[in-house]
């Protein structure tokens, strides 16, 4: 069983551009949640994707938005990109949305902006 | 609005011992879900331990055992035998027990554990 991967592992951009951030979830995963990680913080969440609609948000502004494709992999889009922006990028799928569902990690993409 | 709080921002431990991590948090829900997850270096969350809040009994898994005090809003993991293997970030995590759209998980700010050979 595959567990979950993120692409890239790093990443470098500058203020102002666009990124997007991938993830693959676990095998028979339909639910999807992205995390920001600044350093030597917790995870805070972003938004949660299940069956391919986002059913729940954090509180991040509307350039953070996401997607969610028909075999549950997904993606984190950042736009107008902030100095603190910087930070590690988390994504955990499982097998539903309910809190009993546990949620597996990935990786996590390590996004620096300058 | 959930918070949790982990006060000690590091701890260190001697191999064969035994540590504990202190968490607390604050909700005023009855029903909910708390976990302890790990972090090593390389950087892969992995669930520790988790406890519902609805049992009395508190969850075990090998060495990590929880003491889970839902009247004083305390859940704190225990770590015996420490191995080297064990050094990481652990972090305090809630999930309300409706999941959904009603939230996800919810951190502590970690706590970094040293373990001394």
């Known amino acids: 069983e595959t567990g979950v991967t993120q692409s890239p592992t790093h990443l470098i951009k500058t203020r102002g551009q666009q990124v997007t951030l991938r993830c693959s979830s676990q095998s028979g995963h339909n639910t999807v949640s992205w995390y920001q990680q600044a350093l030597g913080q917790g995870p805070q969440f972003i938004f949660q994707y299940y069956r391919e609609e986002e059913n729940g948000r954090g509180n991040f502004p509307p350039r953070f938005s996401g997607l969610q494709f028909p075999n549950y992999s997904s993606e984190l889009n950042v736009n107008a990109l902030e100095l603190d922006d910087s930070a590690l990028y988390l994504c955990a799928s499982s097998r539903g949305e309910r809190s009993y569902n546990e949620q597996f990690f990935g990786p996590g993409t390590r996004l620096t902006v300058l | 609005a959930q918070t949790v709080t982990q006060s000690q921002p590091e701890m260190s431990v001697q191999e064969a011992e035994t540590v504990t991590l202190s968490c607390t948090y604050d909700?005023?829900?009855?029903?909910?879900?708390l976990f302890w997850y790990k972090q090593p270096p390389s950087r892969q969350m992995i669930l520790v331990i988790r406890?519902?809040?609805?049992?009395?009994q508190n969850a075990t898994e090998n060495r990590f055992s929880v003491n889970f005090q839902k009247a004083a809003k305390s859940f704190s993991l225990k770590i015996s035998d420490s191995q080297l293997g064990d050094a990481a970030m652990y972090f305090c995590?809630?999930?309300?027990?409706?999941?959904?759209?009603?939230?996800?998980?919810?951190f502590g700010k970690g706590t970094k554990l040293s373990v001394k050979p």
């Open positions: 406890q519902e809040a609805y049992k009395q």
């Open positions: 995590a809630y999930r309300t027990y409706y999941g959904g759209s009603q939230g996800n998980l919810i």
């Open positions: 909700t005023s829900e009855s029903d909910y879900y």
